[in-house]
């Protein structure tokens, strides 16, 4: 018969392999752990490199949306029109799709009721009030009286649209002396909406023409244009109850045309590739109306900044960056600004970054009082 013998160390031996097995388990625990964590790690990692390159691409796809949208080339948009045969007020739509940084240009035809005799005058109907933020051109209000006794006004305004416009623009009339006594025959306008234009400095060149001689055809003076890629924008006004000619002046596209009772108006744009004259633009009136005195405006709108004008408005040297001219100030820096300007394509635009930068210590921030669409500013402190 054979006997079990059991060793005094054996209870010892039983002890340690039952704190092996707790060490190998809690060794166990905390690679799961540690695993965990890194995948939680990784899975992060992976979330932020995601959200960042998201960030970036929005930054990017943004900032090429208000370059291309805002610097050049100036690009028609939009326009509307309407015409009243009442005083005191012309309410004329916002183009749809305004947006902050457009440049609107107004044109407005206005004239009392004929009257057979004595020769009426549309000097005699005011402009009583001007809509918020609206400038007249520099040739300001132009008059006509025709040799058959027919007068006609025509105003001409710009405005460089804000972040929040109304939804209509309303101009004011008077009617006083024959107008008073005669009535008030119609006015009509209209509104023209671009993009790219040099919102400090829209207009290159304007000026308006009133005929002398009583013809169905209406011409503008010709101007010459200072910059390349100026927008030619030209307005024909004639106190008759016909239709203008479409296609309308040469090389022109015609934005609209509207006739109110005896008060026709048309707006026609065109892009001008190189600085120098326009040439006389025509508009015809189709007829049958008497012919009569018209008149007509031209001007240029300009593009936006161009890198040869940044280079010229950088203040490189100075601390303080004051873009005058190209729609804000840059200060605050402890060591000098230098700038500099490059260009990519995207399918048929060119599309130009403006960069200012400064060396001066981390611990200093420059300050961006104000940077309008048309220019992106990068700050390398």
């Known amino acids: 018969m054979s006997a079990i013998c059991l060793k005094g160390n054996s209870g010892f031996s039983l ?7 707790v060490i190998l388990a809690s060794l166990g625990a905390a690679i799961v752990t540690i695993t965990g964590v890194e995948q939680t790690s990784s899975a992060l990692d992976v979330q932020g490199s995601r ?42 739509n916002k183009p749809a799709g305004t947006a902050q940084n457009d440049v609107l240009i107004a044109g407005i035809t206005f004239r009392p009721n004929s009257p057979g005799s004595p020769v009426e005058h549309s000097t005699d109907i005011g402009i009583a009030s ?3 933020g609206w400038s007249l051109v520099p040739s300001g209000r132009l008059d006509a009286i025709s040799g058959n006794q027919t007068s006609s006004g025509l105003v001409v305004y710009w405005k460089v649209a804000g972040a929040s416009e109304p939804a209509s623009y309303t101009w004011s009339f008077s009617c006083t002396g024959t107008c008073a006594s005669l009535g008030f025959n119609a006015a009509t306008g209209g509104i023209l ?4 234009v040099n919102t400090t400095s829209p207009i290159d060149v304007e000026a308006g023409l009133v005929a002398t001689t009583n013809s169905y055809d209406i011409f503008t003076a010709s101007v010459t244009t200072t910059v390349a890629n100026d927008m030619l924008v030209t307005t024909h006004e ?4 016909d239709t203008w000619q479409n296609p309308p002046p040469s090389g022109m596209t015609q934005a609209f045309q509207i006739t109110t ?13 190189a600085a120098g004259a326009t040439g006389q633009k025509k508009a015809h009136d189709n007829g049958p109306d008497g012919v009569d005195f018209g008149i007509a405006d031209i001007l240029a709108l300009q593009p936006g900044p161009t890198p040869s004008a940044f280079a010229t408005a950088c203040n490189a040297g100075s601390t303080s960056q004051n873009l005058t001219g190209m729609g804000g ?3 605050g820096f402890t060591a000098a600004v230098t700038c500099s300007s490059s260009s990519f394509t995207e399918g048929a635009n060119t599309v130009w970054v403006y960069q200012i930068t400064s060396t001066g210590s981390s611990g200093s921030v420059g300050t961006l009082n104000r940077v309008e669409r048309q220019l992106q500013a990068t700050l390398a402190k």
Not at 57 to 84: D, K, M
């Open 15 to 21: 002890i340690t392999a039952i704190f092996i097995l």
């Open 51 to 92: 959200a960042y390159q998201a960030a970036r691409a929005g930054i990017e796809w943004a900032s090429y949306q208000l370059l291309i949208n805002q610097l050049g080339p100036v690009t028609y948009q939009s326009s509307s029109s309407n015409g009243t045969t009442t005083l005191p007020n012309l309410t004329i």
């Open 130 to 132: 001007v809509p918020a």
């Open 193 to 196: 909406r671009f993009s790219g």
């Open 238 to 241: 004639t106190p008759n109850a």
């Open 261 to 273: 009772n005896n008060a026709m108006l048309q707006m026609s744009y065109a892009i001008q590739a």
């Open 329 to 331: 100030t840059l200060s």
